[in-house]
Structures are given as structure tokens and as C-alpha cells.
């Protein structure tokens, strides 16, 4: 590692789009269903399109894009207390109505996928 690396401290935040227009249902996933809390925005920032939520670890902040098209590749990782934390969550995600899709490359780790609500992928994982 170089000093330029470990200056670094992690992420702050990570940013998703959406279609414009999208806050409600991004407030019913990322706050109805994966319980993480709605942030104020900054007011400079406040009568901007999206939402910022927050979770224990960091931030994800949700932004509008008029030519919106959905991440299928790119993709936050969100990482889990435990592998049965992981299938906790699968299981809460399907009950919401969610397709899990899982990921059985690393026999190590327990992970998943699934999409928000405008098609962006997403991954949740934990070492086993």
C-alpha cells in the first residue's frame, strides 16, 4: 500500500440514479423496506432532485437523472454482521416482494443480489 491508500479511511457515501420522480419509491425501499433512516440534505442541495439515506456504516445517496438507465453492473456491496444475517435479509427482501438472486462463485462467502426499485443492482455479503 502507498500513503495514498492508506490515507483513505473507507467510503463516505455511495451514489445510485434514478428516474426522476422517483423519491417516494426510493423512500419505500431504502427506508420502508432496508429500514435505513432518511438524511436532511444540505440546503444548498435540498431542492435538488433524490434522497440521501443513511445505515450504520454510511450513506447512500439517490439522485435523479433525466436519461436515466439502471446500473446492472456497477454496484454498491453492502456488508453484513454474519453469513446468517445475509440469508435474513434474502428472506426479508423476497417476503417484500424482491427477487434474490444468490451468488454461489465464492463457496466463502455468503452473498446475494437483488434490484432497488428502478433496476440498479445491489449486493449484500459476508465472509462465512
Known amino acids: 500500500m502507498t500513503l495514498r491508500s492508506t490515507a483513505l479511511l473507507g467510503y463516505d457515501h455511495v451514489q445510485l440514479a434514478m428516474p426522476r420522480g422517483g423519491e417516494e419509491q426510493a423512500r419505500a425501499f431504502w427506508t420502508g423496506v432496508l429500514g435505513f433512516v432518511e438524511l436532511e440534505r ?3 442541495m435540498a431542492g435538488r432532485a433524490g434522497a440521501w439515506f443513511g445505515f450504520p456504516g454510511g450513506q447512500l445517496h439517490v439522485g435523479a437523472e433525466d436519461a436515466f438507465v ?10 453484513a454482521r454474519s453469513a446468517e444475517a445475509v440469508t435474513e435479509l434474502a428472506r426479508h427482501l423476497e417476503a417484500a416482494g424482491c427477487t434474490v438472486r444468490w451468488a454461489t462463485e465464492s463457496p466463502d462467502t455468503a452473498r446475494f ?4 426499485p428502478f433496476g440498479n443492482r445491489l449486493e449484500f455479503t459476508c465472509p462465512r
Open 113 to 116: 443480489h437483488v434490484d432497488d
Open 42 to 44: 444540505p440546503a444548498d
Open 70 to 79: 439502471a446500473a446492472k453492473k456497477a454496484h454498491p456491496a453492502f456488508r
